[in-house]
């Protein structure tokens, strides 16, 4: 079993910034996987953020395309995603996920394992 423990999530004016890192708990042995980022504001669907391919190929959502960046540290098992300019509207629980796969992925059907979320919350 496959944990994913999110982390740095919190209260920020907005234009500020934040740093969000995901822990995954497998060995190496399981690579190559991709990792990433989606999200879950109040009433609304999860939707994608980014995501990254072992080879570090990535993707993101045009809404966040910009500001936001990920990366990740392969002999860690983290992803980070740096959120930069916040916005009101980016405030969501941002969810970790990780798909075993060779290729990024931007839809939340086929994600093998989630975090919990970390809540991510922009003042005006």
């Known amino acids: 079993q496959v944990q994913l423990v999110e982390s740095g999530g919190g209260l920020v004016q907005a234009g500020g910034s934040l740093r969000l890192s995901c822990a995954a708990s497998l060995h190496s042995f399981f690579s190559p996987y991709a990792m990433g980022w989606f999200r879950q504001a109040p009433g609304k669907e999860r939707e994608f953020v980014a995501s990254?391919?072992?080879?570090?190929?990535?993707d993101y959502s045009e809404s966040v395309k910009g500001r936001f960046t990920i990366s990740r540290d392969n002999a860690k098992n983290t992803v980070y995603l740096q959120i930069n300019s916040l916005k009101p509207e980016d405030t969501a629980v941002y969810y970790c996920?990780?798909?075993?796969?060779?290729?990024?992925?931007?839809?939340?059907?086929?994600?093998?394992?989630w975090g919990k979320g970390t809540l991510v919350t922009v003042s005006s």
């Open positions: 996920a990780l798909k075993f796969t060779q290729d990024y992925f931007t839809q939340a059907d086929g994600v093998h394992y």
């Open positions: 990254i391919t072992w080879g570090d190929r990535t």
